[in-house]
C-alpha cells in the first residue's frame, strides 16, 4: 500500500563480505521513510568518505579506525512512496553515496523533473549497476540517456512508466554510444511505446552491449517482431520477452524461427496461439534434463 506503511530497505556491507551484511527496513509514513533513507545515505556517505581519506580527514585517524570496518551501502531501495513531493527527492539525490551497487525507486510517482534531477546527482557521484523505474511518471528521458551512454550502468528497468516513441528515439541514440555498457533493458508494460518506437531500439541491438530485452505488455505488433526478427542472427540479445503484446501467430513463429538460427539467442517468451510458449536453448545436458524436468512437472 502507497502512503502509510512504505517500505525501505537499505542494505549496507561492511568490509565487502557478504557475511558482515546489516539489513534495514524502515516502515513509517512516506515522507518520514525518505528523509529516514536520506539520513541513512548520508551517514554511508561520510562513512565511505572517511574510510578513502576524502579530503584527508581519514589521514590521521587509521590506527583508530580500519578502512574495511567502514559501513559501505551496496544496495538502497525506497518504494510506493508515491505521495513524496518531486522537489523532496533533491536533497536525498544529493546523498546517495559512490558506493551503491543497486538503487530501486519502483513506484514512487517520480516525475521527469525528479528523474532528471537523480540523474545529474548520479553523474557527479557514481551511477549504480542496476537502477530500478518501474511505476514512475518518466517519459522524457534525455538526461537518464546520459547515464546509459557512457555512465557504467549495466542494468535498467523502465517497466509501467509513461514512455512513448519518442522515449524510443532517445533510447536508441544512447544505445549507439561506443562507451554504452547496458546489458539488460526491461520496458515492459508501457502501453504508449509502439512498433515505430521499438523497431528504432531493435535497431540498435546488433552493435549494442544489450544482452536482456524485456518488452512484455507493449502494444508491440509484427511490424516490431519482423525488425526483430531481422536482427537477432546478428546481435549479441540472448534474451527476448515479448508475451502479451500484439502478436499474431505469424508474428511469433517468426521470432521463434530467428531465434533458433541465432548463435547468441539463449530464451524467447512469447504467446502463439493463445499459448505461452517459452524457448530456451540448451547448451548442456543438464539445462536439457532441467527442461524436460520442467515439462514432466
Do not use: Y
Not at 563480505?17 to 524502515?26: I, R
Not at 509502439?194 to 523497431?199: D, F, M, R
Request: charged content about 20%; some cysteine; hydrophobic content about 45%.
Amino acid at each position: 500500500a502507497a502512503g502509510a506503511g512504505a517500505p525501505v530497505e537499505a542494505a549496507a556491507a561492511a568490509g565487502g563480505d557478504a557475511d558482515d551484511q546489516d539489513d534495514f527496513d524502515l516502515f513509517g509514513d512516506a515522507g518520514a521513510a525518505a528523509a529516514d533513507a536520506q539520513q541513512h545515505a548520508a551517514a554511508a556517505a561520510a562513512a565511505a568518505a572517511a574510510a578513502s581519506g576524502a579530503g584527508g580527514a581519514a589521514a590521521g585517524a587509521s590506527s583508530e579506525q580500519r578502512p574495511e570496518d567502514a559501513v559501505r551501502l551496496r544496495s538502497l531501495s525506497i518504494v510506493r512512496c508515491p505521495d513524496v513531493p518531486s522537489d523532496a527527492w533533491s536533497g536525498l539525490w544529493r546523498s546517495l553515496p559512490a558506493t551503491l551497487v543497486e538503487l530501486d525507486l519502483s513506484w514512487n510517482n517520480l516525475s521527469d523533473r525528479a528523474v532528471g534531477a537523480l540523474c545529474g546527482a548520479l553523474r557527479i557521484s557514481h551511477c549504480p549497476r542496476r537502477l530500478v523505474l518501474q511505476g514512475n511518471r518518466c517519459k522524457d528521458l534525455e538526461r537518464l540517456c546520459g547515464l546509459i551512454a557512457g555512465a557504467g550502468l549495466v542494468e535498467l528497468d523502465l517497466g509501467s512508466a509513461m514512455l512513448n516513441d519518442k522515449s524510443a528515439a532517445q533510447l536508441e541514440e544512447a544505445l549507439a554510444s561506443s562507451a554504452c555498457s547496458l546489458r539488460s533493458l526491461r520496458l515492459s508494460c508501457n502501453s504508449r511505446l509502439t512498433s515505430a518506437g521499438l523497431v528504432k531500439v531493435a535497431a540498435r541491438l546488433p552493435n549494442s552491449a544489450l544482452r536482456a530485452l524485456m518488452l512484455d505488455g507493449t502494444p508491440l505488433c509484427d511490424v516490431g517482431a519482423t525488425a526483430l526478427a531481422a536482427v537477432l542472427p546478428t546481435s549479441g540479445l540472448e534474451e527476448l520477452h515479448v508475451h502479451d503484446t500484439r502478436l499474431t501467430c505469424a508474428g511469433a513463429r517468426s521470432l521463434l524461427s530467428a531465434a533458433k538460427g541465432a548463435p547468441s539467442a539463449r530464451k524467447l517468451v512469447v504467446d502463439e496461439g493463445g499459448e505461452r510458449v517459452t524457448w530456451q536453448r540448451a547448451l548442456d545436458p543438464a539445462d536439457l534434463l532441467c527442461c524436460i524436468a520442467r515439462v514432466g512437472g
